[in-house]
């Protein structure tokens, strides 16, 4: 049990004319609630595919809860809930989750049981109506959206992948998916997911990796990459004027190496070794009405904005050049 | 192999419960049943009336012709004259009697008149006038009477005794061919071709129907992105085994249906249609042995592997139902080139067509059953024959895997054919 859920070595994926995945490394320990984040096109689908053996890497192993993943029956033990998603319309909702459940090697009389229990707790079978008898086309989308999490976890996975989860959901539906993968996570299961909403991810998230272009960025404890890379920040908001003064301090970079405002609201990034008691000093000496003035981390969104970000520009210039 | 046989049963499953299997299912029996039983109810309908003896004869020939004739009508030296009637008229007053018969026929009295003259004993002419004069069962029945007395009274006039004039005229040749086999003789030649040419129709219509219900099926499950959450528990190769399984049996289990109903209607239509009076000759099934049945199976079974790889390869690389009708031409048109090879096949089942096109993988599994069941082949020719399709079943099954795996995920825009080459190549 000391394996980790998903260990990715080295793993290389080409397409026609471009590499979509270039050695990516990461290791998604068991338990954890485990984010990719990376902006459109970054390579988190194409890595999820490879995890789940629908694609093969041109190099590098990947292996999951302590088995290839390639290993028969490696993939039965993983839930999955694509970004695209999608179900046999004309089907009966109750025969098309006994079908992904014979997928995963669950017994059909077993599997009417968990799809009960399943229909049941998300509304979908009450006294009045059994919507598991209904064609997958005679429900709504929220209600398809509920069979397809069934669906993902129908058999009681150790690892659920979710790729862009909350995307396409209805606010009910996303606080439902939400509550599930936090009741999984109390359990002791895996939560592997891709997206490119921070909020989401910081929310949910124990540990991340930001990769961008086919590589990772950066990865760890969201704990250690808010402290690592986001450098200390300072938020900042002024009650009035005095802005000119203002203005001429956050300059001074040996205090402040970035600074983002917005109605009188400053997002400062300290300066290494700069003192946060000194910059307040200055700013109580320049006059100025201060009403907030506080330590902290950076968010993550601050700092997937900040390094993807750089690595556009440096992709840009050195395309220009 | 058990998910191979989950997603083979949920292919099968849903789609003899749906409407159409169903509907086609019904209809395909319901449709030979009109073709064995409508043709024979309609010939009945045409037949000569039975009162088609009930004319007047204008007899101006100044023999008995009218007379013979009127006992021919009626069904021989046995029969019952009294519903003809034989006027002897003189040439000259002709037109005289024609007008009084004319009455009589619009007043019902009579159905029409028959006017025999000299020209009918030279075997030139006969004249008929009637209110049944449309119809052509009839018209046959009293020429077929005139023709076999003029020919005896001729005879006769040459010499031969009046028995042997009249069973010479009356001679009815009837030519019954049989077809000769490796064992022993069979059906007749005409049966023989009929059922060659239905195999192969069945063949023909099968494969393509059951082929394009694999490229549509493929095209649902990329349309409605199921496609994704089903190889994240099962590979593409696998699913694609599957579906072409599946939509095999579902075909097997229509084809069989519609070929037991279909003995079953052919044994019982004699039965049938004498219960309505109707006489038909008994349907001569051709017996089929068990090692051409095997082989019937074996190429229907290759046949549509071929093509259902084929037609999955397609689906695999379009997004909707627009381009798939496109991107399946090419395919489709192997099949209506093999169909078109039908005809000048059977005319020569053994001429280098026949050979070139039986072994072709594209066209082999409709045209060797063609020739198999028009002539006896060498087991060379069947056995190469067979190995080529098996071997290009395994190269399509394996390229269009290929391509299914890659295609499946690919949404959007419809592939080029350069793509698919490329995909084809590559292993993951």
Redesign the interface.
Known sequence: MTEPAVQIRNVV?RY?GHTAVRGLSLTVPRGAVYGILGPNGAGKTTTI?MV???????EGSIEILGAPNTAPGA??R?G?L?E????????QVR?VLR??A????IGRRDADHRIDGWLERLGLRTSDRDWGEAKVDDLSRGMQQKV?FI??LLHDPDMLILDEPFSGLDPINAQMLQDIVMELRRSGKTILFCTHMMDSAERLCDSVCIIARGEKVLDGPVSSVRAEHGGRRVALELADGRANEVAALLADSSLVTRVNEANRVFDIELAPDADAQLLLRRLVESGAGISRFELGQASLHRIFVERVGALNSAEGRESDA | MRKLLVVTAREYLERVRTRWFIVATVFGPIIFGLLLFVPPWMASRSKASTNVARIIILDGTGTDLGKRIAVELNGGIMGDTARTEVRQVAPARMAEAESLATRQTIAKETRGYLVVDSSTMAGESVRYAGNNATSTADMRVIRDAVRTEVVAMRLEEAGLSSFQSSSLAGMKLQLNAERITDRGRGASAQVSIFFAFGVAMLLYVSILMYGQAVLRGVIEEKQTRVAEVVVASVSAVKLLGGKVLGVGAVGLTQVLIWIAVGVTLMKVRTQVLGHFGIETTPMFIPGISAGSAVLLVLFFVLGYTFYAALFAMVGATVTNDQDAQQAQIPVVMLLVFSAFALAPVLASPEGKLGYAMGWLPFSSPIIMPLRMSVVSLEPFDIITSLVILVVSCYVVVFLAGRVYRTGLLMYGKRATFREVVRWMRRAG
């Open positions: 994926k026609d595919r789940l053996d629908i694609i093969e890497p041109d993939i039965d993983v999955y694509p695209e998603r999608g179900l046999y319309r004309r089907m025969r079908f992904l014979e997928l995963k090697g397809q669906g993902a």
